[in-house]
């Protein structure tokens, strides 16, 4: 959504109306409502007091389907229409790029008319968007300076599916457009921009995580990475990882000289909890090989519930 929603619901935005005025108004004129100084404000309008007349307007619309993003706009006069424009956008390119593109290829249109046109929308937030004087969207920039520039343009909004014919024509050109219009190259959303990076970070990382050397007992257990933690406690990622005063880990750090437990065994996590007799009253039960990552999955779940080696 476009940063101006958050900022015109915001109570200190009411500083520019009295308590009485917000009060009386309805809710709807007071969020859409601009700044009082916005240069704009007097090109565009969400006053709901259509009507089909024979006045020059260009209905405009987005739309946006699982086969892809069309964006239009129409011409009508005399109730027919007299030019129109369909743009095939990609799948990646949210309804609200192609709501803007169908303003700004329309304001292109209108302004060589070189007289009072009105351009149609039923999308409100393409409207607060543009009505937004620190919107970073690049469309929506251009859009602001062509009407800042052709006074004879007004933009206003209708509400859609009521039956206005050009906003039907509009409606039935857009999704057309998503397999008919001519191709056009918009740049991705910013959300898809995020989600792509997110998914190749993720999966460069399973690759070194798949293919690492360190860390496979915990692999065994864990093998798909993720940025959620998996919630284990000190002495479970010490019994997982074998990072503990294990002597198996010590000698890895030459803080022994062997890895030997007292009892004449390899004294790694497994060994302490099944087999050493020093540890014999917290014992687990040994694994056969065969079932071995199932075991350990299992007394990582019930490690809060049950007595056993992690409250040695
Ligand atoms: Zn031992």
Not at 53 to 75: H, L, N, P, R
Not at 146 to 174: F, M, P, T
Request: proline share 5%; net charge positive; hydrophobic share 40%.
């Amino acid at each position: 959504m476009p940063e101006l929603l958050e900022q015109d619901l915001h109570p200190t935005f009411s500083a520019l109306y009295s308590a009485q005025q917000i009060t009386r108004a309805k809710a709807v004129d007071f969020i859409f409502s601009p700044p009082p100084n916005f240069l704009l404000q007097s090109q565009i309008s969400f006053a709901e007091n259509h009507i089909d007349s024979g006045v020059k307007a260009i209905y405009t619309d987005g739309s946006k389907t699982d086969e892809g993003t069309g964006s239009a706009y129409c011409i009508l006069e005399n109730y027919g229409i007299i030019a129109s424009w369909q743009g095939k956008l990609d799948r990646s390119n949210l309804v609200f790029q192609a709501e803007i593109l169908a303003i700004r290829m329309a304001i292109a249109a209108a302004s060589s008319l070189h007289r009072p046109t009105k351009i149609w929308t039923d999308s409100l937030s393409s409207l607060m968007a543009i009505l937004n004087p620190k919107s970073h969207h690049s469309v929506v920039r251009e859009i602001q300076t062509l009407l800042l520039s052709h006074k004879h343009i007004h933009l206003r909004w209708l509400k859609a599916h009521v039956g206005y014919l050009g906003n039907e024509c509009a409606d039935q050109l857009a999704k057309e457009a998503i397999t008919k219009g001519d191709p056009f190259l918009l740049t991705k959303p910013l959300s898809y921009l995020k989600a792509k990076i997110k998914s190749a970070a993720l999966s460069i990382w399973q690759d070194n995580w798949d293919n690492g050397e360190t860390g496979r007992s915990t692999h065994d257990i864990v093998p798909r990475v993720s940025n959620k933690t998996v919630g284990w406690n000190r002495e479970e990622i010490m019994f997982v990882t074998g990072h503990g005063p294990f002597p198996s880990y010590l000698l890895r750090f030459n803080l022994r000289t062997h890895d030997n437990c007292s009892c004449g065994e390899k004294g790694d996590p497994i060994h302490y909890a099944t087999k050493c007799p020093f540890t014999l009253s917290w014992h687990f039960q040994t694994p056969t090989v065969s079932l071995k990552l199932q075991w350990l999955k299992n007394i990582l779940k019930n490690s809060t519930s049950t007595p056993n080696a992690f409250h040695m």
